[in-house]
């Protein structure tokens, strides 16, 4: 057994706001459409195998991970659900692939030929849904070639046709030219999809929406919707209109580790960038860009300690960072510090992304493994 890390610096994973968000995506599809939730990257920070059960346990149809390694850790915690598998594999990552019964992206011949070798190899039938790349420009079939490639999984004996799906680069934004290219996608995709109808196969699960679409278009919904950010709680752009009340899952705490007063003209942390201009109390947090606490927030972040919002002076340390609390207080040592959360007042991961020029995935994701993740309302066991 690991030992119990009992530090200060923590990330509360707030279960209950998974169910919550879940909830307002339900609502927003009226619950016509199967979810499907991305818990790759760990579940953008917050732990893939927590998030995984909790999501399933409330009644999520599909999982959906970047790579093999992520999908066997969550198998090997006894996850049996279907487990989308978002990105493409090297070769040597396809028999594990198949072994533990992953549903991968497919997108040209040559890879499902591959799929259904190393699946005859076990004698495992695997299901595939072919990705058509209707402007993502990153993975995918182009459309016209969609049927083509349809036919061609119809024939592999050990490979069956579970799903076709497309993905969006602007579905979250408000700008018109992005709407018209959002449109014009949705209706090349039902084009590509019929067409396949048309060629006498069943296309099955269709799906498109991530986070964007779900919010924002209607219409691509389909029969199943792929939640990523807004699951844990944040809208993908901050300035998309909000029709749900979604609730951030991390909260990132810690506590005051030291305090002093400094004179006036006493300069604080590295480079000496900021200096105290009047007699003030510094107090000194546990946390630092070592945590994946952005450096950017050097002298520009804010924290909470009880209720009231206090500047960061100075640079962001690997492991620490300072305050200004001003010439009176009534914080003491180890009082709780809240960095980002759902708390009424905090700053939250979008504020923060705001000022790192950022986006809270990479806010949320990047806060790494020295961080003990806390659950608060610990699932029970599946
Ligand atoms: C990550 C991802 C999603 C989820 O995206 P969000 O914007 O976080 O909702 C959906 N589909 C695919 C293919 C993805 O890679």
């Avoid at 004698?123 to 349809?150: F, Q």
């Amino acid at each position: 057994m690991p030992q119990i890390n009992r530090r200060a610096t923590r990330a509360v994973i707030h279960l209950d706001h998974i169910d919550h968000n879940l909830n307002c995506i339900k609502k927003l599809t009226g619950g016509r459409s199967k979810i499907c939730v991305a818990v790759k990257a760990d579940a953008y920070g917050h732990g893939a195998v927590e998030v995984a059960k909790r999501a399933l346990q409330w009644g999520v149809d599909f999982l959906a991970i970047a790579t093999v390694n992520e999908a066997v850790i969550l198998r090997e915690a006894g996850i049996n659900a279907p487990i989308l598998l978002f990105s493409l594999p090297l070769d040597a990552e396809i028999p594990d692939l198949v072994q533990y019964g992953l549903t991968p992206f497919v997108g040209d011949k040559s890879y499902a030929e591959k799929l259904n070798t190393e699946a005859a190899s076990q004698k495992r039938s695997i299901k595939v849904h072919i990705k058509v790349d209707t402007g993502m420009g990153r993975i995918g079939v182009t459309p016209h070639k969609a049927t083509e490639l349809a036919g061609f999984i119809g024939t592999r004996e050990y490979l069956i046709q579970e799903g076709v799906c497309t993905h969006f680069p602007v579905s979250d934004s408000p700008e018109e030219d992005d709407i018209r290219f959002t449109k014009n996608q949705i209706s090349l995709f039902q084009k590509t999809v019929d067409a396949i109808r048309a060629i006498g196969l069943d296309p099955g699960i269709v799906h498109a929406a991530n986070s964007g679409a779900i919010i924002a278009y209607s219409e691509a919904h389909f029969d199943m919707v792929r939640a990523g950010i807004c699951l844990y709680g944040y809208y993908p752009d901050p300035r998309m209109k909000k029709p749900a009340a979604f609730k951030p899952v991390m909260e990132l705490v810690s506590r005051v580790a030291f305090l002093k007063r400094v004179q006036k003209g006493t300069s604080v942390s590295y480079g000496r960038t900021w200096s105290a201009p009047r007699d003030s109390w510094i107090a000194t947090i546990p946390v630092g860009y070592g945590d994946g606490y952005n450096r950017l927030l050097s002298g520009r972040g804010r924290v909470m300690i009880n209720g009231q919002s206090y500047p960061i002076v100075g640079r962001i340390c690997m492991d620490q960072f300072m305050v200004d609390l001003g010439p009176v207080t009534d914080v003491v040592l180890f009082d709780p510090v809240i960095l980002f959360g759902p708390d009424d007042g905090a700053m939250t991961a979008t504020d923060i992304a705001g000022i790192c020029n950022s986006i809270p995935y990479e806010l949320t994701c990047n806060i790494n493994k020295r961080v003990p993740r806390d659950y608060k309302e610990r699932t029970k066991s599946l």
